[in-house]
């Protein structure tokens, strides 16, 4: 409509030119050619305004329309696939962000964890995959081959530059060389226009509806929800009496000055952050990234965590920056543990019923051996490029030859 409208009042410009000039020239014993042709100068230069105003307003709403956040912080938004169902637009269902870090290594993680997301939800989910340049291309191929190639996502990229001078590589951690295990620090960059996000690992199922852990109450001027460790359902049934395992002592070096200074209780329960749920807005009012990005770098000079880590190299600058200063979520969104050894330390029963099972230890369920492999295979997809495969089934292929 906007463009017929343009062209008829264009139409009607050039005969009104037309007609003036045609006016003029019969009268030109009247009026001087010069006065004629000051004239048709005007009309020539309100025309051409014309036409460049409306060239502007289609420019400001392709701009309006595309969907990019680019440039932000070394953060580079790749695509964002497809429109949201006619019935989520019409009932302004509100988009539940959930934010993915998946590196080439552990992308099978990644599309069974998305595949039991979209798979229990009839929610407007919408997916933040965040990874590494490399890894896009397959991730992309993988997404449009499968029965996942209806679902809402964003492949975004993490530049590595964000994590100089905040990163000490240590052989004994090899978390520290693996950029996306930070990605969790900048959620407020990776969902700009979100109010509430959901960050969850790799190696996770989920067997409940998404919508439930969204809605996790945060309790005023908190800025996330995790798990504890003392007091979830995992560590009850798994590990009785683990010691620094669950407390701060076991992430926090408090022979250091800076750490006592804190006065954090060593015996504090720590929580893990493979599962939380942040309210954004409160995250950016009070700079949780550029908080987390501090500790960083004293850990860097100081050397402030623990020799012996107790889990994941993020938990640290978590531990200090929410310490007393974060909610719970239901302990059945995280049931971890399942990679702590081979072995089934769960019932059967106990399994069915969680709503996220999570991997988190050094038995994957793509690897060469884990607990409950059979829950985790029934949301992998194959990659259909052939790049990623379970690690067991070429022990299972090579021991039968």
Not at 227 to 236: I, R, V, Y
Request: proline share 4%; with cysteine.
């Amino acid at each position: 409509m906007a463009t017929l409208m343009y062209l008829l009042t264009l139409g009607a410009c050039f005969c009104f030119v037309g007609l003036i000039t045609n006016t003029y020239i019969r009268q030109k014993r009247k009026m001087s050619f010069r006065k004629v042709n000051i004239i048709i100068l005007v009309l020539a230069v309100a025309l051409f305004l014309l036409v460049l105003h409306h060239n502007f307003l289609g420019l400001s709403s392709l701009l309006r329309n595309e969907v990019s956040d680019s440039g932000i912080a070394g953060l580079q938004p790749v695509d964002f696939i497809p429109n949201a169902p006619q019935h989520v637009v019409d009932g302004r269902e509100e988009e539940i962000p959930v934010v993915i870090a998946a590196s080439e290594d552990r992308l099978g993680g990644a599309i069974a964890a998305i595949n039991s997301i979209q798979h229990n939800t009839h929610s407007n989910v919408i997916f933040y995959i965040v990874t590494l340049n490399g890894t896009a291309d397959h991730l992309r191929s993988w997404l449009s081959s499968s029965n996942l190639k209806s679902i809402r996502y964003k492949i975004v990229n993490f530049d590595t530059k964000l994590l100089e001078g905040k990163v000490k590589e240590d052989p004994d951690q090899g978390e520290s060389i693996k950029p996306l295990t930070f990605a969790r620090f900048y959620l407020p960059i990776l969902v700009p226009r979100a109010k509430k996000a959901i960050y969850m690992d790799d190696d996770v199922i989920v067997q409940g509806d998404i919508l439930a852990l969204y809605n996790t109450p945060l309790k005023p001027g908190h800025a996330a929800a995790f798990s504890e460790d003392c007091d979830s359902t995992s560590a009850k049934v798994v590990i009785r009496g683990a010691g620094n395992q669950y407390n701060y002592i076991g992430y926090l070096d408090y022979k250091k000055e800076r750490i006592r200074k804190l006065s954090m209780k060593a015996s504090t329960c720590s929580f893990n952050p493979g599962v939380f749920v942040a309210n954004l807005t409160e995250w950016r009012r009070q700079n949780i990234t550029n908080q987390l990005e501090k500790w960083m770098k004293l850990n860097v000079e100081e050397g402030l965590y623990s020799r012996t880590l107790a889990g994941s190299i993020t938990t640290p600058p978590l531990l200090i920056v929410f310490y007393q200063q974060h909610s719970t979520i239901d302990p059945m969104w995280n049931v971890r543990h399942l990679g702590s050894s081979a072995g089934k330390r769960y019932s059967p029963q106990f399994v069915k019923a969680a709503k996220l099972l999570h991997w988190n230890g050094h038995f994957k369920p793509w690897g060469r051996t884990a607990s409950y492999t059979d829950v985790w295979e029934k949301w992998y997809i194959p990659d259909p490029t052939g790049k990623f495969s379970l690690i067991r089934r070429h022990v299972e292929i090579s021991n039968t030859k």
